[in-house]
């Protein structure tokens, strides 16, 4: 029995994981299995947190030297996808000064994506919202 039910259990998986890579394309599935800079950052010199019309939350925290973004973090009580778009937020602030962190948008994250579902989309726009949140959170703390 405990054969079978490996077996099944194995089979369910790959059949989800068969699912998933074809809705969402290759980079975001990889991204999915294995999300990049997640947590809690302590003493963050941006901070956002942002709720979706879905309902899912994102925070970010940004920690910047010499007005470059050093370390970045996040954390989502949202799906899959919120997860995975607030992980290439993330990335994509690394290294950036303000004024290039004004430049990522939702748009620019599909862009990365290449390929998300229709319905998923908007994730990428919370992503997006919250970045510039923590952003506008360093500026007013008095970034420069």
């Given amino acids: ?3 079978e039910f490996d077996t099944f259990a194995r089979d369910l998986q790959n059949q989800i994981y068969d699912e998933t890579r074809r809705a969402y394309g290759e980079i975001a599935f990889e991204r999915w299995l294995n999300p990049l800079f997640v947590g809690v950052m302590e003493n963050a010199d941006g901070y956002g947190r942002v709720t979706g019309s ?3 939350t994102m925070e ?3 920690k910047f030297q010499n007005d ?5 973090s996040f954390q989502t009580d949202g799906c899959g996808s919120s997860m995975i778009c607030g992980s290439f937020a993330v990335e994509m602030a690394l290294g950036k ?5 004004i430049e990522i948008t939702g748009e620019k994250i599909l862009e990365i994506l290449q390929k998300f579902p229709k319905e998923d989309r908007h994730c990428a726009f919370l992503a997006a919202d919250t970045l510039q949140e923590a952003l506008n959170n360093y500026m007013i703390k008095g970034g420069s």
């Fill in 60 to 62: 970010i925290f940004l």
């Fill in 1 to 3: 029995m405990s054969d």
């Fill in 97 to 101: 000064n303000p004024d290039e962190l």
């Fill in 68 to 72: 470059i973004v050093k370390e970045a």
């Fill in 54 to 56: 879905c309902g899912d």
